[in-house]
């Protein structure tokens, strides 16, 4: 598969996201499919675009399983619990979504116009999936060796970082906290949607203080949209000011 080298702003998205990698790519065509999601694949009438739902499976795997590699060669003999909830933590969805923020890879998305307008380009959820599915794409272009030290170097610097960046409250419990300094009630977290194949459920969650709803999330797991929704009913409240992660 390949690119048309007629869309040239296509070809210099790609091209960016490569360079932010530091891999390039033999075949360009998986960069491109793993950052095509599947609003976009559906609206193609000519069935020209695959999108990348297969892509962030396999990558999901090759992902889990780098981060168990990076925290037992750092501890070997450590506690298996303690490895666990970090492992948690690298994996977790808010995590990927900075990495693929880091990467351009929401700049890069390529999205159904319906998509667009609902603000998918700026849905975590979508970001942490893209993020899965270069992964992938890097795994199938490159092998096993080179996808492992790709997502290694990213568990790395996150390890290296420590403290607050891993170890900080999370956006629930400092929404709970701020609510509770001010004497307000406390949030309540309601599933208004669940979207998406059986196998790939994406939850909205809205989060509510007092019956009015602050904020809304999403993603694959209820705990990840609830944290996605205490995220902007943050931002809502105090702006920039609260430490999230």
């Known amino acids: 598969m390949t690119v048309d080298s007629t869309d040239d702003r296509r070809a210099q998205q790609l091209a960016a996201v490569s360079d932010r990698l530091e891999?390039?790519?033999?075949?360009?065509?998986?960069?491109?499919?793993?950052?095509?999601?599947?609003?976009?694949?559906?609206?193609?009438?000519?069935?020209?675009?695959?999108?990348n739902e297969t892509f962030e499976f396999l990558g999901d795997a090759v992902i889990a399983f780098a981060t168990a590699d990076v925290l037992h060669r750092r501890d070997p003999e450590?506690?298996?619990?303690?490895?666990?909830?970090?492992?948690?933590?690298?994996?977790?969805?808010?995590?990927?979504?900075?990495?693929?923020?880091?990467?351009?890879?929401?700049?890069?998305?390529?999205?159904?116009?319906?998509?667009?307008?609902?603000?998918?380009?700026?849905?975590?959820?979508?970001?942490?999936?893209a993020y899965e599915a270069v992964v992938a794409a890097v795994y199938l272009d490159g092998g096993v060796e080179t996808a492992l030290r790709l997502v290694a170097a990213a568990v790395q610097r996150e390890l290296s970082a420590g403290g607050r960046r891993l170890g900080g409250r999370d956006p629930?419990?400092?929404?709970?906290?701020?609510?509770?300094?001010?004497?307000?009630?406390?949030?309540?977290?309601?599933?208004?949607?669940?979207?998406?194949?059986?196998?790939?459920?994406?939850?909205?969650?809205?989060?509510?203080?007092?019956?009015?709803?602050?904020?809304?999330?999403?993603?694959?797991?209820k705990k990840e949209a609830e944290q996605e929704a205490a995220r902007g009913a943050l931002e809502v409240l105090r702006p920039r000011t609260i430490p999230t992660d």
């Not at 666990?84 to 990927?96: D, F, I």
């Not at 004497?183 to 309601?190: F, H, K, S, V």
């Not at 998406?196 to 797991?221: D, W």
């Open 172 to 221: 629930k419990s400092a929404l709970q906290e701020l609510l509770q300094a001010r004497g307000q009630a406390l949030p309540e977290y309601e599933v208004v949607a669940e979207e998406g194949p059986a196998h790939r459920l994406l939850f909205r969650i809205a989060c509510r203080v007092a019956g009015a709803t602050l904020a809304e999330g999403e993603g694959h797991s």
């Open 23 to 51: 891999y390039q790519f033999q075949d360009i065509g998986l960069l491109d499919r793993a950052l095509t999601h599947s609003s976009a694949a559906h609206e193609n009438l000519a069935g020209a675009l695959r999108d």
């Open 78 to 129: 450590g506690g298996e619990g303690r490895k666990s909830r970090l492992k948690a933590l690298l994996v977790s969805e808010e995590r990927l979504a900075e990495r693929a923020h880091a990467l351009g890879l929401p700049e890069a998305l390529r999205l159904g116009r319906g998509e667009e307008k609902t603000g998918g380009r700026h849905k975590r959820a979508i970001w942490a999936d």
